[in-house]
């Protein structure tokens, strides 16, 4: 009777601290995605979807790739299940001879790719007219993908030792260093063409990673786990286990990022506003995306890990159903509510300025489109760490690259055969 009181007791201390950290990570990224949207609203009246944005999202999209590829995506949901085992175990040399492997490791690959883009844009943009601002700021931001790829590691060792707050506060650093230089642009260079706003912005975008690079670095030394990059056993032991895995996923992130581009690029062929469209609807479904189903996705990779460790495969269930039904009780009704209203979300928070009337129409029949997605994004955000704990990156492989297929089979359809104001 007493063990069973116990166990309750033990179960409801996990269910309460559980419901906190998702609490704790719930309301910083939604700060983070606020502050987010108040960057959007400002770039909405700056730039609009002017053929300077649209390059600027292209940009953008190559730094992120890299950032896709080893940083929150494979690089964390490799790491952090071995990571949160070999913490799991009360020994902390075996977690930082890891870390130190797994950080030298990405910050060697990342330098190389790197430096090869930077050689390879600075050589072609000389041979391009139309499309020479992209190249320029491609190799302006480039190296935010080393210093964002680097937070994301520093980030899932605070992570695993149950410290979400300051890896959750973060990713606030690019929106607030971002607003600032919008509102500098508004205020001093308000006459500056387009392209040079769009160039400041740029800079700033590689400021904010160094600085958010920097900031974990010191929330992870004041943790008391302090470890330095190591360029030896990249391959051996858990470290092994992390580079095979992080490979495995890199593989599978890359297909979808490649996908992504590929999407742009045809976007691009289909009118020069719309790769801006798709990004302005793309912030107001990442809203709720963030503050919902990221915070479980974050929060639930601990205790999964955990329970599959002890081989309890009833926690585990219990924890993933727990966070499921939380999940499809709001994104059920908010999708329905996207649908219905997205004309007048978007005009409510874009228009102004450059943001016109088309732009406002452009824009809403992407994000009615985006917002029944709500429910599966947010339910493969949950699926995803289910597999990662327990080691199994192949997986979630197989089905992307499967999904991806038939994503860019049903966009060139699409954008061939849909009237030009819907391609």
Known sequence: MSISVKGRAAAAEE????????????????????????REMLTSRIFGTSPEQSAFVFAFMVPNLFRKLFGEGALVSAFVPVFRECVERGDMEEPRKLASSVAGLVVCILGVLVML??????????????????????RIMIPYALFICSAALLSGVLNSFSRFGSSSFAQNILNIMWIGALLAILLCYPGADMFSKTVIVAWTVLAAGIAQCLFLAVMVRRSGFGFRLSLSGWFRGNAGVVARNMLCGAFGAGVIQINLLLDNMLAFYAADWAPAAISYAERLVYLPLGIIATAFSIVIVNPLTSAFVRCDSREANRVFAGSATAVIAVMMPL???????????????????????????????????????????????????????????????????????????????????????WK
Do not use: Q
Not at 370 to 398: C, E, Q
């Open 117 to 138: 883009v930077i050689a390879g844009v600075s050589a072609a943009i000389p041979y391009t007219s139309a499309h020479a601002g992209t190249l320029r700021l491609i």
């Open 15 to 38: 269910n309460r601290r559980f419901g906190l950290y998702v609490a704790v990570v719930g309301v910083l990224t939604a700060l983070s995605r606020l502050l987010g949207m108040v």
């Open 335 to 421: 999708s329905a509510f996207i649908v219905m209203f997205a004309e007048e979300l978007v005009s409510f928070v874009y228009s102004g300025a450059e943001f016109n009337e088309d732009s406002v129409v452009r824009v809403s029949r992407a994000l009615m489109f985006y917002a029944p997605g709500l429910l599966v994004f947010s339910m493969n955000k949950l699926v995803t760490p289910w597999f990662h704990a327990r080691k199994d990156v192949r997986t979630p492989m197989i089905v992307a690259v499967c999904m991806v297929a038939l994503n860019l089979a049903l966009n060139c359809l699409f954008v061939f055969t849909l009237p030009a104001e």
